[in-house]
């Protein structure tokens, strides 16, 4: 069954190789790449939304769902599962450096689409642009061989999954109305 999956996988990347690339997409997927490495794009996008108090709480959702991905992600399963990636498997010109961990799952993917779902259901309008760029470096892994597409998807699953749960932990347990009213001062307590 395994051994079918990855025929499957190196199908689609033999295609994207075959009929996709060119030299527009050998420097754009480079790109997407880079800024989905350690999921730099969305820290940097949840740490400037810690500063107003408007989307404070969300910001620390996205930081934390991207915490637990890659604690879920990158420190057990790919521990765990100990996938070779395609670029290791197959001799092939690469246009990025190869990556030095397992391949399954893809962390970028899983960052991405943590992070995305996130803004999505903080505001529809930056969570649809967020998915536009998490789709592109999702792909981008694809392109650069650097994953395998059940690598991406999985990193996928687990990053909305992540997401979906921090957002109903935090509703659950208040914590997002609490942080919220940080720094609010209550009518009740002012003095007359």
Not at 27 to 56: D, E, Q
Not at 65 to 86: F, H, Q, S
Not at 147 to 160: A, M, N, Q, R, Y
Request: glycine share 6%; aromatic share 16%; proline share 3%.
């Amino acid at each position: 069954m395994f051994d079918f999956i990855t025929q499957i996988d190196f199908a689609i990347l033999n295609f994207i190789r075959e009929f996709l690339k060119c030299t527009f997409f050998d420097i754009v997927m480079p790109f997407f790449s880079s800024i989905g490495n350690v999921g730099i794009v969305w820290i940097v996008i949840g740490l400037i939304m810690l500063f107003f108090r408007k989307t404070r709480s969300w910001g620390i959702m996205l930081l934390f769902t991207m915490l637990l991905g890659y604690l879920i992600g990158e420190l057990a399963v790919k521990n765990i599962v100990c996938r070779d990636r395609p670029c290791y498997i197959v001799d092939i010109d690469m246009i990025i450096t190869k990556p030095n961990s397992y391949s399954f799952p893809s962390g970028h993917s899983c960052s991405s689409f943590a992070a995305a779902t996130v803004l999505l259901k903080m505001n529809k309008r930056f969570g649809i642009a967020a998915l536009v760029i998490a789709s592109l470096i999702a792909f981008s892994r694809l392109y650069n061989y650097v994953h395998f597409p059940t690598d991406v998807l999985c990193g996928i699953l687990l990053g909305v999954l992540c997401a979906l749960f921090t957002c109903w932990l935090f509703k659950k347990f208040g914590w997002q109305n609490k942080i919220d009213n940080l720094g609010v001062r209550s009518d009740k307590n002012e003095i007359t």
